[in-house]
C-alpha cells in the first residue's frame, strides 16, 4: 500500500491543471545560461551541464522504478506545489535547477585540475563538497515536506546513501566530461547519458507504463 505521500504524488503526477506561469521565465533563465556560455564558446562549461542534468534523469527514472516494483514509496518524492510534476521524485522546478547546476558548479573548478587542496585532488575535493552541501539541501527541502523520504535506507540517518547514490556520481561524471580534452569526446559523452536515458523513458514509460 502506498504511503501518504506518495499518493499524494500520484494524485499530481503530469496533471497539467497545476501549470503556473513563472514556469516560463524559468525556462527562459536556464535557456540564457546555456546561451551565455555557448557566446563564449565554453563547450567544457555547456556539456558539462548537460552531462550533470543526463545524470538526474537517470537517477529519477531508478526512483520511480522503485516506488513500481515496490508499490510502497519511490525513495523520494516530491509531493508539494508544483507547476508539474514530470516523475514520482521530480517536478519541473527541480529539473529547470538541475539543468543549470553543471555549469554553476563546474564555475568552483580551477583551471588547473592536478592542483591538490588539503592533499586531495580538486577534482575530488569538490566533487565531495558540492555533495555534501546537496545533501545538506536535501535535508532541508525534507524538513519542509518539499522531498519526502519513507525508507530507512534513504534519509538523515543513512546520508551516506545519499551522498554516494544521490549525488557524487553527478559530479564525477560531470567533472569528467569538463575535462574531456576534445569536443568530439564531450559529445560521445552526453550522447551516451542522453541515450540511455531515451531508452529509459521509451521503456519504462510509454511501452511499460512503469513511470
Same mark, same amino acid.
Given at each position: 500500500m502506498p504511503t501518504q505521500s506518495a499518493e499524494q504524488a500520484l494524485k499530481l503526477l503530469r496533471d497539467g491543471s497545476q501549470f503556473q506561469w513563472y514556469v516560463i521565465p524559468i525556462f527562459v533563465f536556464v535557456v540564457?545560461?546555456?546561451?551565455?556560455?555557448?557566446?563564449?564558446?565554453?563547450?567544457?562549461?555547456?556539456?558539462?551541464?548537460?552531462?550533470? @542534468?543526463?545524470?538526474? $534523469?537517470? #537517477?529519477?527514472?531508478?526512483?520511480? +522504478?522503485? *516506488?513500481?516494483?515496490?508499490?510502497?514509496?519511490?525513495?523520494?518524492?516530491?509531493?508539494?506545489?508544483?507547476?508539474?510534476?514530470?516523475?514520482?521524485?521530480?517536478?519541473?522546478?527541480?529539473?529547470?535547477?538541475?539543468?543549470?547546476?553543471?555549469?554553476v558548479f563546474v564555475k568552483s573548478l580551477p583551471p588547473d585540475k592536478s592542483l591538490k587542496i588539503l592533499g586531495i585532488p580538486n577534482r575530488?575535493?569538490?566533487?565531495?563538497?558540492?555533495?555534501?552541501?546537496?545533501?545538506?539541501?536535501?535535508?532541508?527541502?525534507?524538513?519542509?515536506?518539499?522531498?519526502? @523520504?519513507?525508507?530507512? $535506507?534513504? #534519509?538523515?540517518?543513512?546520508?551516506? +546513501?545519499? *551522498?554516494?547514490?544521490?549525488?557524487?556520481?553527478?559530479?564525477?561524471?560531470a567533472f569528467l566530461v569538463y575535462d574531456m580534452k576534445t569536443i568530439k569526446n564531450k559529445i560521445i559523452a552526453v550522447a551516451t547519458i542522453y541515450t540511455v536515458v531515451i531508452v529509459e523513458i521509451i521503456v519504462f514509460g510509454f511501452i511499460y507504463k512503469m513511470i
Open positions: 540564457y545560461v546555456y546561451s551565455v556560455e555557448i557566446e563564449k564558446k565554453n563547450w567544457s562549461a555547456v556539456f558539462a551541464g548537460l552531462a550533470f @542534468w543526463g545524470m538526474d $534523469w537517470f #537517477n529519477e527514472i531508478w526512483n520511480s +522504478l522503485v *516506488f513500481h516494483f515496490t508499490k510502497y514509496a519511490p525513495a523520494w518524492g516530491a509531493p508539494g506545489k508544483s507547476a508539474y510534476l514530470i516523475l514520482i521524485g521530480l517536478n519541473i522546478e527541480i529539473s529547470f535547477m538541475f539543468a543549470i547546476a553543471g555549469i575530488w575535493f569538490f566533487a565531495v563538497l558540492w555533495s555534501i552541501f546537496c545533501v545538506f539541501i536535501e535535508v532541508l527541502l525534507n524538513s519542509v515536506n518539499a522531498l519526502t @523520504w519513507d525508507y530507512f $535506507w534513504w #534519509n538523515t540517518r543513512a546520508p551516506w +546513501l545519499i *551522498f554516494l547514490i544521490g549525488y557524487l556520481h553527478f559530479f564525477v561524471v
